[in-house]
């Protein structure tokens, strides 16, 4: 069943982290629906992999976007000049300050939310699909992301450590929210967590988090290429799910499976 369960894991990942719908809560859910021994303990290991491997599936969809920043990143330091890229770098700096500073400050607090915390994840679900759904009645425009909104998306990422908080769906909407073009929100909301995941995973592997006693690399590979190729997916299909406003079909899937976590928590549970 290891086999199996790294690609369920890792399935889960890959489409949730882009899908609007909470990677955190599902796996919360899974846990509690399939019992915590029925699924594999998410060793920080295992997680870190799941996140690499959806982190190089964005760097993968937006390669010209990185090789571009990257570039002109280099250049207006080396030239001391302030282009576009340097702007558009500074802003994804912005956006991960408020994410650093409420991940440091309350980072036990999370791990403790973390606990098959059904009710809470149902009732952010909720909070989730709200936020959906206003997104895609808001009005098309051209606005780029600015310094100020840089920094309300970043706020927003860090609300989204919550479990049942989606992510992408939590900063995608924040930014259509604050008038911002929905194909440059959702480029935005993808490119802004990259650094944030290396950021973490260098965290864990400096601080000597990580348990490579007991490493099965085949568990890991499989639950790799299964959280690349569906995030690989996921990642293009969202994007034109944004820009087609259907964000609607997510807000009403995250009512329905809110609605359900709560009621199991409250009768059966």
């Not at 994007?239 to 009768?267: M, N, P, R």
């Amino acid at each position: 069943m290891e086999i199996l369960d790294a690609v369920i894991l890792g399935i889960i990942q890959g489409l949730t982290e882009f899908l609007p719908v909470s990677s955190s809560g599902h796996l919360e859910l899974g846990k509690a629906i399939l019992g915590s021994k029925s699924l594999p303990q998410e060793s920080l290991l295992f997680t870190v992999i799941l996140h690499f491997a959806t982190a190089l599936s964005t760097i993968v969809i937006f390669r010209k976007d990185v090789v571009e920043i990257l570039s002109g990143l280099f250049k207006g330091i080396t030239t001391l000049t302030w282009t576009e890229e340097t702007k558009f770098s500074a802003k994804i700096i912005i956006s991960m300050l408020p994410a650093v500073i409420i991940g440091y400050r309350y980072e036990r607090v999370f791990e403790e939310l973390f606990g098959n915390n059904i009710l809470l994840v149902g009732c952010m679900l909720i909070v989730t699909a709200v936020l959906l759904f206003l997104a895609d009645r808001a009005k098309r425009t051209h606005k780029k992301v600015g310094l100020l909104d840089a920094l309300i998306i970043g706020v927003a990422q860090g609300i989204a450590m919550l479990p049942g908080i989606s992510r992408s769906g939590a900063t995608i909407s924040t930014s259509v929210l604050l008038g911002i073009d929905k194909t440059k929100a959702a480029r935005f909301s993808f490119l802004m967590v990259i650094p944030l995941i290396f950021g973490k995973i260098a965290k864990d592997v400096l601080e000597g988090q990580i348990d490579y006693t007991s490493t099965n690399f085949t568990y890991l590979s499989v639950g790799f290429i299964a959280a690349f190729i569906s995030g690989l997916f996921a990642c293009t299909w969202m994007i034109k799910l944004v820009k087609q406003s259907k964000l609607t079909y997510f807000a009403i899937y995250c009512v329905i499976v809110g609605i359900i976590a709560i009621i199991w928590t409250i009768f059966f549970k």
